[in-house]
């Protein structure tokens, strides 16, 4: 297998095992987090290696996620203090872990090839170098390995406990209500984004696994509002990113990861400004026929109040009405003309009278407000 189709298969990989968890700190509003254990496991890999003096050893992935774990705890034990919000409280112990690592490498670890910049950016270029070889035989680059165990462990942990993250993410006090504990799903939902991270971020670096794990579950929370719609649609993104960075990357000749992120963000500016029902164009869209169909039902009200009225019937010409509802003289003629085209209105000698649809379009409207 060439070194090309390996590394599109790794972008793959942890692009779909990111995004799963992903998914579910887009829905909690905790997508910072995702930021802030990638940095802070740094931590965990440098005291585990300080204990074990071994770069190979899997107890640094160990160390990496309870650093991970540890990270949402002391986030979470700020939190609960109520004396910061929860971006705060990242916004502290984020930069104090991460800090930390740093002064540990540069003072104790100068000699170690434990190089910060290749863990924050990552080179997917270089990752088909590191060879699985089992009995003498090559069978390929760890890193497919390794974060292909890391997608299995996110598929499987998703599917078992499906229905209690749904319940736990969307209504916890149901869920406790219904016998799950919503602190356990919480923590093991961070376990499971400290692993992926860990497992990751060799590979792609911090930066790009962040990018995977917000970038396409956000992407598709704008294109659908069905969860499991959500988890599929976050897993196909993601991998269509990895994809095309890489092309992108191989035309311009820059970094993979660097280039992906860049592909994960024009994705999702594309999305954001042309979704069908979220798109920042079908919003402005709504919000414009919402202030019309709301200006249309208030000149019905207004000339349904004043019809049978004691009044002057000169109460419901344009300009009393224009008075009135305090509208320019360009809205006011706008929204009758627009009354006047669904035939809700006619003009009787200069007063504007409400026809038999439009006496019907208020009980419809009057029946759609008090019936919400």
Known sequence: MSPQIEIQIIAVIVAVACALPGVFLVLRKMSMMSDSITHTILLGIVLAFFVIHDLSSPLLIAGAALMGVVTVWLTEMLRRTHLLAEDAAI????????????????????????????????????????????????????????????????LAAIVIFFKELKVATFDPMLAAVMGFSPALLH?????????????????????????????????????????????????????????????VAAIFDVSIAGSIAVVIGIVFLTVFIFAPRRGLISSIFRRKYQKIEFAKAT??????????????????????????????????????KLLEHDKHVVFDNDEIKLTSEGRDAIIRKHNAIFSR
């Not at 924050?120 to 390929?140: Q, T, Y």
């Not at 917000?214 to 990895?242: C, R, W």
């Not at 010409?317 to 929204?335: G, P």
Request: hydrophobic letters at 50%; glycine letters at 8%.
């Open 91 to 154: 916004g502290v112990v984020f930069p104090l872990l991460f800090s930390i690592a740093i002064i540990l490498i540069t003072r104790y670890a100068g000699s170690v090839h434990l190089d910060t910049d290749s863990v924050l950016l990552g080179e997917l270029a270089f990752a088909p170098f590191d060879r699985m070889i089992i009995w003498g035989v090559d069978i390929g680059a760890k890193a497919i390995y390794t974060t292909g165990i890391l997608l299995l462990i996110n």
């Open 187 to 247: 923590y093991g939902l961070m376990t499971l984004v400290s692993l992926t991270t860990v497992g990751a971020f060799q590979a792609v670096g911090s930066v790009l696994v962040v990018a995977f794990m917000i970038g396409p579950p956000v992407t598709a929370y704008l294109l659908t509002d069905n969860l499991k719609h959500m988890l599929i649609l976050s897993g196909v993104i993601g991998a269509i990113n990895g994809i095309l960075g890489y092309h």
């Open 299 to 336: 000149v019905l009200f207004h000339i349904s109040n004043h019809e049978y009225s004691n009044e002057k019937s000169d109460e419901t010409d344009i300009e009393n009405i224009r008075v009135h509802l305090n509208w320019s003289s360009e809205f006011i003629k706008k929204i009758i």
